[in-house]
C-alpha cells in the first residue's frame, strides 16, 4: 500500500518533490519534438553524467548545448542542485561595483583574491569549515546567461582548494556575478 | 652578491623566475608555485605551501609566497634545497629575479627536512640522480660562466661522492664550484664563503672548509707554472732529430694504444647496457674524432629489423558503448589500428574502453624491448584519472611486450599520449631509467649507440 502523503514527514515530502521534478524534466526531454536539422540536443544520459559524476568534464559542446535549450539547462540544473556537495544559489547581498568577492553556504566560502604576478590573474580560494565524507571534485557556474562552466578543483590543503585564474575566466565573471549560482560538485 | 637560482632536475635546471610574498594568499596560509608567469598551477604547490610553513616562515616571517618557474617541476622533493636558498636570498635582498643583474649563479638540489635533533631544525637530505642532474645542467653553468658571474652547484653532504664524480666528466668551463651542505646553516656559508666573487674554477682541492668541496680540475695540473730552464747542453742537429723522432713515434704509439684500450672498454660498455656511461666516456674522450668514428660505426645498426609500436583499440564485441556493458553481458575485442603517420586516432570514443601498446618486430630478433606510454597534460584533469607514465620491458621472442591502458568512461576531449619503443640486444637499467624519467633528448641519442628507437602519437579523436 502506497504511503499518503499526509503522513509523509517534511524531509521526505522534500525529497520525493525534488525527484518528481527530475522524471518531469527527464519526460520533457525525452517526449520532445525532434529538433532542427543541424541541431543536436544534449541526451538525458549526458545532461545526467555531466551534473552528477564528480569527474566527468563539461565539454564546450553540452555547455552550449545548456545555454541554447531551457529545458535542458533546467534539468541540468535540478540535477546539479539535488546532488551538489554544495550549492550557493542567486546572491541575495548586495555586491560592490565590481561583483562579488565572496559567498558562503552551508559551511563553504568561496572568495576571490588578487596576485601579486598581475591584475590580469586571480586565485579562487574555498574552504571546508567543515569534516566531510564526501568532498567536492570541480566547482560548476551556472550564468544568469550563456553556458555554465566547470573547472576541477586540486587537492585540498587543510581545506582549502585552490584555483588560480585570469580575472576575465568565465568562472571568474560567474562567480563575481550576484545573479549565478554556483554549485561543489 | 647578488644571485640566481636555478633547481637541478633530470630534465635540465629550472629558473627560478620570481618569488614573492603572496598578500592574496596570506589568510588561507597557502602558497603557490606557477610555471612562467601564468595561472598554471604546478603540482608541487601543495608541498610547497607545507614547505613554506614549516621552513621558510622561520627564515622570513611570511607564511604565503608565489614561486615562478621556467620550466615545469611535476613531483618529487629535491626541489626544497634550490627553493630555500632562494628564501634565503630574498631575505637578505639578494635573490636576483626578471632582468635584474646577478654575479651568482646558484644551482641546487637536495630535500629539506625537519631534523629528528631539535637543536638542528632544518637538515638537508640526499636526493636521487645527482649526477644526471649535473650532466643536465652543463650548457646553463657554461654561459652563466661566460656572461662573467661565479656558478655554484649546491648538493646535500650525503650527494658528495656522486656530485664529485659526476663534475669531473664535466669540461673546465662548464663544471661549477661545488659546495655541500648538512643542515641550512651550511647554506649560508657555502653562498657568503669568502674569495669565490674572483673565479669561477674549482679551488684547492684540499680545501675543507664546512660547505665546501671544491674540485682539482686538470686544467689545474696543466697551469702549474714550469720552472726556468737551467741550461742546455748543445747537441748535435742529427741526435735531436732522432730524438725528436722517436718522441713521435713513442707519442704515436701510446696514442693509439689508448685509442684501442677506450675502443674495448667502449665495446665492453655496449655489450653490458651501460649507455649514459658509454656516451659520458664518448663525450669526454680526448680525440674527438675517434669518438665519432665509434658512433658512426653503430648509428641506425640497431639489430631490430622491423621493430615498431602497435596500438588495439578494445571495444564491446558488439559495438556498443563502453558504459552500457556492464548491462549486456559482452566481451570485449582488440582491434588493430592503422596510424597515420606516427599518429594513432582511437575514434567513436562512446564505445572506447581501453587500449593496447606494444613493441614488436615484424621479423624474429633477439634482445630486449622497452615500451613507455606517457599522458599528454592537456587541461589539469587527465593525469588524476590514468597514470602519467607506464614502462614496460621485456624479450619479444618470448612474449608479446604489451602495455594496457584502461579509459574512464566519461572520456575528455583531446586526450593524447605519447609512445616511445625501444630495442636494445641486452636487457639495460640504463634505458629503464630514461624510459621513466621521460628524457626524450637522452632516448633519441640511444640511437647512435645502436639501439632502435621509435615514437609515436595516440590521439582520442570525437
Redesign the interface.
Known sequence: MSPSWGTLSEPERARRRRRFALDVAADALVAREAPPEGVRPPRFDQIY?AAR?P???L??PLAAALAADDRARTAFEALLRDGAVCWFPVAAAAASPTGLDAREESGFRIWL??????AD???V?I?DREERDVRPMAIIALPPAGPPVCA?L??D??G?Y?????EDSPLVRAIRDPASKVALR | MRARVYIATTEGPVLVQRLAPEAGLAEAELSAVCLDGTPTRLPITGAYTYFVRDHVRALSGGAAYRMDLDRRIDGGSSWMLGAWTAHLLLSEGRLAVGDETADTAVYATGEVAVAADAERRDEIRPVDYVADKIARLAESAAEEAAGGRRVLLLVPQENAAEAETALRDLPVPERPTLRLAADTDDVRRALWQPGDAESTQPRDAESTQPGDAALASPADAAATPSRPGRGKRRRGGRVAALLALGVLLGAGAAGYAVWHNAEGEWERLRREGRYLELARSLDGFFVPMAAQRFRDRWRGQGDAAGFAVTVAARRPADGGSCSGMRFRRVSLVASPVTPSGPVFRLDRPRSLCGFAVGAASHEAAGGHAWVSLNLVPAHGAPAVLVPARKVLSGVPAESPVELSQDLPLYLQDHWAWTVTGVWAPRPSQDVADLLEAGDAEALAALKDLGLTVVRARIELAR
Do not use: C, K, N, W
Open positions: 553524467e559524476d569527474r566527468a568534464a565539454t564546450e583574491r588578487p596576485s601579486s604576478a598581475g590573474q586571480v586565485y580560494l574552504r576541477p586540486p587537492e590543503i587543510d582549502v585552490q584555483l588560480i585564474e585570469r
